[in-house]
């Protein structure tokens, strides 16, 4: 049996005004994305590699094309469908972690499973079982500013894999580490690919972008290249 497509984007263009001109941040772009890919999107500053996490994870509209988030075309939904759809699809790694501060690690992870109506022992137990695959379960009632930079991205992590989304979706998440702490998280997103999940890392890393299997490059908006690699580990 194939892979199911997860992700259908068709002809997706962003446009942004400055001042007296318009930006195309997203020329046209088309890709498709299958369960158990792992993808890096890379490019220079300015090529639009945001701006297409940003349309991917439902977090900002695009002004024409299409895009089918397993099967759901999100063009058009309101804010509460959005929020849905990200709650449930896709699980968010990014860069700064964005843990709340006056919550401990097992609670920062639990915030997806509150948001999506599940009762409190399910979610704590859920919660507990997605720090101990991060290997922090010992690290559960630490407030953000008692851990490392690399423990708390992998609260992170386990907060991203809580709600069992379809997409574990990551915005330069080694860029605040050094580069030990680098490799022990790509360690993760390495045994969470072979675990079947479908993860797409957004980097001008070409470190981080070797642990992908396939690599699209973008410049001035556009994609321009795609290639798949071999790996070894």
């Not at 045994?191 to 980097?203: E, F, R, W």
Request: with cysteine.
């Amino acid at each position: 049996m194939g892979k199911k497509e997860v992700i259908h984007i068709e002809n997706v263009s962003k446009f942004y005004t400055a001042e007296s001109h318009t930006v195309k941040a997203l020329d046209l772009i088309s890709l498709s994305v299958y369960s158990n890919d792992y993808i890096a999107i890379m490019g220079p500053s300015g090529s639009g590699k945001s701006t297409l996490m940003n349309v991917i994870g439902c977090l900002d509209s695009f002004d024409s094309g299409s895009y089918l988030l397993n099967g759901t075309d999100v063009k058009g939904l309101g804010e509460d469908a959005l929020a849905q759809v990200r709650n449930r699809e896709i699980g968010f790694v990014f860069q700064s972690f964005n843990l709340l501060p006056g919550y401990t690690a097992l609670e920062n992870v639990e915030l997806p499973l509150i948001y999506a109506g599940v009762s409190f022992r399910a979610r704590r137990l859920k919660a507990m079982e997605m720090l101990e695959r991060v290997k922090l379960l010992d690290r559960a009632d630490h407030l953000p500013d008692q851990l490392s930079g690399g423990q708390r991205q992998r609260v992170a992590l386990a907060r991203a894999l809580v709600n069992s989304p379809s997409i574990i979706l990551a915005d330069e998440p080694t860029g605040n580490l050094d580069s030990a702490t680098s490799n022990e998280i790509m360690s993760i997103f390495e045994q969470l690919y072979k675990d079947c999940c479908t993860i797409i890392v957004v980097t001008h890393e070409p470190d981080i972008a070797r642990c992908a299997r396939k690599v699209i490059c973008l410049k001035d908006g556009r994609i321009e290249r795609t290639y798949e690699q071999e790996v070894g580990l």
